[in-house]
C-alpha cells in the first residue's frame, strides 16, 4: 500500500492538480468512473502516491464511446471548416508552451524522467506534434481522373476514419498522447485515448488544455484505466473504427485480435532491440556519445533504444571502455533534482522485470562491465548498465528489456555483423556510425528497420514517419504517411457527362 505523501509543489497549477482526485474527460465534462473506483497515480522517485485517479472500465468506454460516436456524426466538429481544426490545434501548442513547466513536472513525478528532459523534449516535442499536425488540416486533398467509361469521370474525397480508440504507454506519456491526438484530429477524427494506469497524468492535463482551447464537447474523451478492462473495451468496441495502439508486442497482438470483431483499421507501434552498429572509421568520440545516449535516454525505456552495440573488433575496447565511463559517470536522482541525469523505471514491477534479465544474463555468461543491479534504498532506480561476453542466442540478446542495459558485442564481418542485425523478429529502428558514406548507405539498405540513424541517433521530426519491419508494427506515426491511417478514400463516379 502506498504512503500517502503529497509532494509540495511551487507550481500553482501542478498543486492544485495533485490536490484532488482526477477525473476522466467525457463529452466535455470532467466525470468520476461509473463504477466510482479510482486508482494510485505513483511517484516511481519514492513508491509514493501522488494523487488518486478515476479508474475507467467497460461502462466508461462506452459513455466515451458513444459521445465521440456523436461528435462525430452530428456534432458541430464534421461541418468545422479546415482552418478552423487548425486553429484550435495551433492554439492547443500555445497552451502546452504555456504551461509547459506544470507538464513537465507532472510528468517528472508520475514517470520519473528527469524534469529538464521533460520540459525540452517531451513537452517541447508534444507542442511541435500539434503545431505540425495544425498545418496538415488544411492539405488534405483527393484526386480527379479521367476515366476509360465514355460519359464519366471520377474524383476521390479523403475523409476521416471515424471514431478512433488509442491505447498508449508510460514511456513518453504525454508526448505519444500528442502523436496520436494531432493527427486524429488535424484529419477531422474524434478520440478516446486511453493512457497507461502507471501514467495517467500528464495526458488527464493535456485534457484540460484541450478544453481551454475550445474543441467541441465529445471530440477528445480520455479514460484512464487498465489495459485489460478500458482497453480491452476500447479496443473490441462496435462503435469504433480506428484503433491506434503503441506498447508491448504482446498486447500488440492482443489489440489486433479484439480489433478484428468490426475489422478497425489498427496501426501498432510496438517494441524493438535496435542495432546500433560502430565502425572503426566513425568518429569513435561521438559514436560513444551516441551509443550512450541510445541506450540510457529515458532509462533505456525507450521502444527504439540501440540496446544491441556492435562495434568493430579492432575498436571494441575503446568504444566499450567509453560507454562504461559514460554510465559511471551518469547522475542517478529522482527526476526533479535538477542535476539528474537518469531517474528511476516507472515501477516497481519495471524494475523487477530488468533486474531479472540481467540476473539471468549474467547466469547464462554476460559480464555487467558496470551496473549490472538496482541502486537499492527507496524508489525504482537501476544502474546504468553494460554487458559484454554475450552470445547471439541469449535472452538478453534477444528479447526487450527496456531498461538501462546495453550488450555489446565485437564484430569483423560486414556481411554476417547485417545477419545478425536482422536476426531478431523486431525491426523498429538501428543506428549506423562511420565516417565512410558508402559503407552507411549500403549498411542502411540492408537493414531491416523502420528508421536508420546514420551518425546520430533518437532524433524525431513530426515531419519524419515512423513505425515498425517486422513485429515492431503496422503503420506509421507522424510524417505524411500518419494520415493515410486517420483518413479513407471514397471514389465518387460521375456520369451522364
Ligand atoms: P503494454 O502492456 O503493452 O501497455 C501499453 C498500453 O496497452 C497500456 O495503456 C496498457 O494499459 C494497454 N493494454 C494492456 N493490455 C491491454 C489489453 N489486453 N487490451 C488493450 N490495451 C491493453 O506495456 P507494459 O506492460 O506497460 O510494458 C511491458 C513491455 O512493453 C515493456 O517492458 C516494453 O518491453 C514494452 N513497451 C513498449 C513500448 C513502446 O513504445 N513500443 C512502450 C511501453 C512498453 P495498462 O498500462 O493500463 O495496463
Ligand atoms: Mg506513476
Same mark, same amino acid.
Given at each position: 500500500?502506498?504512503?500517502?505523501?503529497?509532494?509540495?509543489?511551487?507550481?500553482?497549477?501542478? #498543486?492544485?492538480?495533485?490536490?484532488?482526485?482526477?477525473?476522466?474527460?467525457?463529452?466535455?465534462? +470532467?466525470?468520476?468512473?461509473?463504477?466510482?473506483?479510482?486508482?494510485?497515480?505513483?511517484?516511481?522517485?519514492?513508491?509514493?502516491?501522488?494523487?488518486?485517479?478515476?479508474?475507467?472500465?467497460? &461502462?466508461?468506454?462506452?459513455?466515451?464511446?458513444? &459521445?465521440?460516436?456523436?461528435?462525430?456524426?452530428?456534432?458541430?466538429?464534421?461541418?468545422?471548416?479546415?482552418?478552423?481544426?487548425?486553429?484550435?490545434?495551433?492554439?492547443?501548442?500555445?497552451?502546452?508552451?504555456?504551461?509547459?513547466?506544470?507538464?513537465?513536472?507532472?510528468?517528472?513525478?508520475?514517470?520519473?524522467?528527469?524534469?529538464?528532459?521533460?520540459?525540452?523534449?517531451?513537452?517541447?516535442?508534444?507542442?511541435?506534434?500539434?503545431?505540425?499536425? #495544425?498545418? +496538415? #488540416?488544411?492539405?488534405?486533398?483527393?484526386?480527379? !481522373?479521367?476515366?476509360?467509361?465514355?460519359?464519366?469521370?471520377?474524383?476521390?474525397?479523403?475523409?476521416?476514419?471515424?471514431?478512433?480508440?488509442?491505447?498508449?504507454? +508510460?514511456?513518453?506519456?504525454?508526448?505519444?498522447? &500528442? +502523436?496520436?491526438?494531432?493527427?486524429?484530429?488535424?484529419?477531422?477524427?474524434?478520440?478516446?485515448?486511453?493512457?497507461?494506469?502507471?501514467?495517467?497524468?500528464?495526458?488527464?492535463?493535456?485534457?484540460?488544455?484541450?478544453?481551454?482551447?475550445?474543441?467541441?464537447?465529445?471530440?477528445?474523451?480520455?479514460?484512464?484505466?487498465?489495459?485489460?478492462?478500458?482497453?480491452?473495451?476500447?479496443?473490441?468496441?462496435?462503435?469504433?473504427?480506428?484503433?491506434?495502439?503503441?506498447?508491448?508486442?504482446?498486447?500488440?497482438?492482443?489489440?489486433?485480435?479484439?480489433?478484428?470483431?468490426?475489422?478497425?483499421?489498427?496501426?501498432?507501434?510496438?517494441?524493438?532491440?535496435?542495432?546500433?552498429?560502430?565502425?572503426?572509421?566513425?568518429?569513435?568520440?561521438?559514436?560513444?556519445?551516441?551509443?550512450? !545516449?541510445?541506450?540510457?535516454?529515458?532509462?533505456?525505456?525507450?521502444?527504439?533504444?540501440?540496446?544491441?552495440?556492435?562495434?568493430?573488433?579492432?575498436?571494441?575496447?575503446?568504444?566499450?571502455?567509453?560507454?562504461?565511463?559514460?554510465?559511471?559517470?551518469?547522475?542517478?536522482?529522482?527526476?526533479?533534482?535538477?542535476?539528474?541525469?537518469?531517474?528511476?523505471?516507472?515501477?516497481?514491477?519495471?524494475?523487477?522485470?530488468?533486474?531479472?534479465?540481467?540476473?539471468?544474463?549474467?547466469?547464462?555468461?554476460?559480464?555487467?562491465?558496470?551496473?549490472?543491479?538496482?541502486?537499492?534504498?527507496?524508489?525504482?532506480?537501476?544502474?546504468?548498465?553494460?554487458?559484454?561476453?554475450?552470445?547471439?542466442?541469449?535472452?538478453?540478446?534477444?528479447?526487450?528489456?527496456?531498461?538501462?542495459?546495453?550488450?555489446?558485442?565485437?564484430?569483423?564481418?560486414?556481411?554476417?555483423?547485417?545477419?545478425?542485425?536482422?536476426?531478431?523478429?523486431?525491426?523498429?529502428?538501428?543506428?549506423?556510425?562511420?565516417?565512410?558514406?558508402?559503407?552507411?548507405?549500403?549498411?542502411?539498405?540492408?537493414?531491416?528497420?523502420?528508421?536508420?540513424?546514420?551518425?546520430?541517433?533518437?532524433?524525431?521530426?513530426?515531419?519524419?514517419?515512423?513505425?515498425?519491419?517486422?513485429?515492431?508494427?503496422?503503420?506509421?506515426?507522424?510524417?505524411?504517411?500518419?494520415?493515410?491511417?486517420?483518413?479513407? %478514400?471514397?471514389?465518387? %463516379?460521375?456520369?451522364? !457527362?
Amino acid at each position: 500500500m502506498a504512503v500517502v505523501a503529497k509532494p509540495q509543489s511551487k507550481n500553482k497549477r501542478v #498543486a492544485e492538480f495533485l490536490a484532488s482526485p482526477r477525473k476522466m474527460l467525457i463529452n466535455g465534462q +470532467w466525470v468520476a468512473s461509473a463504477s466510482g473506483k479510482t486508482f494510485a497515480a505513483i511517484n516511481p522517485a519514492t513508491g509514493e502516491e501522488l494523487v488518486q485517479v478515476a479508474e475507467g472500465d467497460k &461502462a466508461d468506454i462506452d459513455k466515451a464511446v458513444a &459521445a465521440a460516436r456523436k461528435a462525430f456524426d452530428s456534432g458541430p466538429w464534421r461541418k468545422m471548416r479546415p482552418n478552423e481544426r487548425t486553429k484550435l490545434l495551433w492554439k492547443l501548442s500555445e497552451l502546452v508552451l504555456a504551461n509547459a513547466d506544470a507538464l513537465a513536472e507532472i510528468e517528472s513525478l508520475d514517470n520519473g524522467k528527469p524534469f529538464t528532459i521533460a520540459r525540452a523534449v517531451d513537452v517541447a516535442g508534444t507542442a511541435e506534434q500539434f503545431q505540425y499536425m #495544425a498545418g +496538415w #488540416a488544411t492539405k488534405i486533398d483527393g484526386r480527379t !481522373m479521367t476515366l476509360s467509361t465514355p460519359g464519366t469521370f471520377g474524383y476521390t474525397l479523403r475523409e476521416p476514419v471515424g471514431v478512433c480508440g488509442q491505447i498508449i504507454p +508510460w514511456n513518453f506519456p504525454l508526448m505519444m498522447a &500528442a +502523436w496520436k491526438l494531432a493527427p486524429a484530429l488535424a484529419a477531422g477524427n474524434c478520440v478516446i485515448l486511453k493512457p497507461a494506469e502507471q501514467t495517467p497524468l500528464s495526458a488527464l492535463m493535456l485534457g484540460e488544455l484541450i478544453m481551454e482551447a475550445g474543441f467541441p464537447a465529445g471530440v477528445v474523451n480520455i479514460v484512464p484505466g487498465y489495459g485489460e478492462t478500458a482497453g480491452a473495451a476500447l479496443s473490441g468496441h462496435k462503435d469504433v473504427n480506428k484503433v491506434a495502439f503503441t506498447g508491448s508486442t504482446e498486447v500488440g497482438k492482443i489489440i489486433m485480435k479484439a480489433a478484428s470483431g468490426n475489422l478497425k483499421k489498427v496501426t501498432l507501434e510496438l517494441g524493438g532491440k535496435a542495432p546500433n552498429v560502430v565502425f572503426s572509421d566513425a568518429d569513435l568520440g561521438a559514436a560513444t556519445a551516441g551509443a550512450a !545516449m541510445a541506450i540510457f535516454f529515458n532509462q533505456g525505456q525507450v521502444c527504439c533504444a540501440g540496446s544491441r552495440l556492435y562495434v568493430e573488433k579492432k575498436s571494441f575496447d575503446t568504444v566499450v571502455g567509453g560507454l562504461c565511463d559514460a554510465a559511471k559517470n551518469m547522475k542517478i536522482a529522482p527526476g526533479m533534482d535538477p542535476t539528474c541525469q537518469i531517474g528511476p523505471l516507472v515501477s516497481d514491477e519495471q524494475l523487477t522485470r530488468v533486474a531479472g534479465f540481467v540476473e539471468r544474463g549474467k547466469k547464462a555468461g554476460a559480464t555487467a562491465l558496470v551496473g549490472g543491479e538496482p541502486v537499492g534504498g527507496g524508489g525504482y532506480f537501476y544502474k546504468p548498465t553494460v554487458l559484454t561476453n554475450v552470445k547471439h542466442d541469449m535472452e538478453v540478446v534477444r528479447d526487450e528489456i527496456f531498461g538501462p542495459v546495453v550488450v555489446a558485442s565485437p564484430f569483423d564481418d560486414l556481411d554476417e555483423l547485417a545477419r545478425q542485425a536482422n536476426d531478431t523478429p523486431y525491426g523498429l529502428s538501428a543506428g549506423i556510425w562511420t565516417s565512410d558514406i558508402k559503407k552507411a548507405h549500403s549498411l542502411a539498405g540492408k537493414l531491416q528497420a523502420g528508421t536508420v540513424w546514420i551518425n546520430c541517433y533518437n532524433v524525431f521530426d513530426p515531419h519524419l514517419p515512423f513505425g515498425g519491419y517486422k513485429e515492431s508494427g503496422l503503420g506509421r506515426e507522424m510524417g505524411p504517411e500518419v494520415m493515410e491511417h486517420y483518413t479513407q %478514400v471514397k471514389a465518387v %463516379v460521375v456520369g451522364g !457527362m
